[in-house]
């Protein structure tokens, strides 16, 4: 009997369907080449609608349900009752297997070539990418492509050999090293194909980086076929995803968890970071020459990243968004918003997603110090004050006021001001409100809520978070080249800026001071900082539980633990005085949540129907 996964890699790619949008130009193909290989392959328009399936097969990591779960670090904590069902929940608890055909996880569930959010997967999806790349591939070294120039067909060429390497990337993360299949599979052979070492498959996914980053422009707006769908061009690979993608590759494969194992010591492959700093350092110089469509944003516009508001459902990220998936519905947003806010005043799902306070914690001070550094400044008394400029864009704490318009009932008046201090009405109740003493308002403007109601379908809000963008290629660089040239002022040749240089670029943007000289003296003391600058900059987008796990720190104190901020007011709300300005009493961390993961859990378990297939394809430890 055939299992999901044999289907998945044996699924015979039969409909030319259109999978970006605004590219209706693509959907004008012959009609015969629904049916006939030679006319699906023959030019360039139909060649392309068979590519553009597969953009269509990632997930929207934000909005893949109704509430969406993609923070898995020690960074979110979740209400309990009507959260328990999301993938944060079953991750704290170690129960790593709830997420086989979990409806409300991205990365396994029924899923569609063409469907909308809901069915949207990694592990179907990129089963079923890889035979479709696969499939292209062959037919251009069978020659079916006949009616195209070389632009077209290394257009053509580029993606395929891009899309092979991402959906690899995107299965191996989680689940390790797998049989790297380079060709068409025929139907009617048993399976024998061997798993690989993750470094094995990082070399391979490397190599169809490399080629596609050859092959691809760098602006699809700037060549012949891409001024026919010119403006809509940002969604399709091109020479700095390639390059963004091989130097993660390279970055991935030389951390400690793929380089030393669930069980190794937490040390680096230089080797292989000195290859990803290559790559990053290749794309860092374009960008910084000019030579892209691609800049950093002023911090002004740091929003625009995560939403927009009356631009007609413009796609979020700006110059900075290199990686994104399409939308499959931008105004799926309103229950995901719904989530980051205390349920009283919204209209959700009774559930609220709240930064945890030891993640809070990451956010240091304005001078660039963490907060437990004798020298930073912090004081318990007054704890917001004199912060990260990021962590007043991106968290809500005490005293802010949340509410601008008028509460017509007189009684709602409590929830104009977040009460976010012990036994305050923002935080008493576990089931609707912050379980943390705090919220994350990163993705969400201080008018949502059902009084200024200043967001949703009738203000065009749309959410949505980039899988790269270029703050995230400074920062795998500085530690790309800080561990493979050992040292915070290691550089790749030919790039100026050293592991320190291009970390403090980020905290410029953001208006922080840069490291300070004891952060840029020795390794150890410079990945402390890289790490929380990943923490901060990388806030609530997905990446912290990849991070943690790949650095083999994800079963470690104190990042197996989920805190809540417990506080007094030391006076009566001040609604004339700055927020930043109030003084506390009793300043302290509860733990509310102790995750208790062993080794295991550094690595996804494959489903028993898969691993049962034949030998070669078994099971990771200690599953």
Known sequence: MKTKFTYYLYALATSLLLSVASCTDYLDKAPESVISPDEAFKNFINFQGFVERMYHLTPDLAKHYWVSSFNWGEDEVVTIGNGEY????????????????????????????????????IWGGSWYGIRVANMGLQALADGKMTDANQEERNLVEGQLYFMRAWFYFQLTQYWGGLPYIETVLPSDEPLTLPRETYRENAEKMAADFRKAAELLPVDWNNTEVGRRTSGNNHLRANKIWALAMLGKTYLYAGSPLMTNGINGPRTYDAEMCKKSADAFAQLLSMVESGQTQYALVDFKDYSSLFYTIQQGWLMPGGSEAIIRSPTYGADSYWRQMNSYQPSPIAQGDGIVLAPAANYVNYYGMANGLPLNDPESGFDKTHPWKGRDPRFYNDIIYDGVKVVSGTITNANDEVWRYANLYTGGNYSNDPRTVSRTGYLNYKFIPLGANIWDNTYGYSYATHFHLSWVRLADVYLMYAEAAAQGYGSPSGKASGYAKSAADALNRIRERAGVEPLADKYTTNLEGFMSELRRERAVELAFEGHRFNDLRRWLLLTEYPFNIKTKQEFDRAAPLDTKVNPKENAVLNFREEVITTRNLSSKHYWFPFKTDDVSMYPEFYQNPGW
């Open 86 to 121: 999301l993938m944060g929940f079953s991750i704290d608890r170690g129960n790593y297997r709830d997420y086989i055909g979990k409806g409300a996880s991205f990365l396994d569930r029924n899923w569609s070539a063409g469907g909308d959010r809901f069915q949207k997967s």
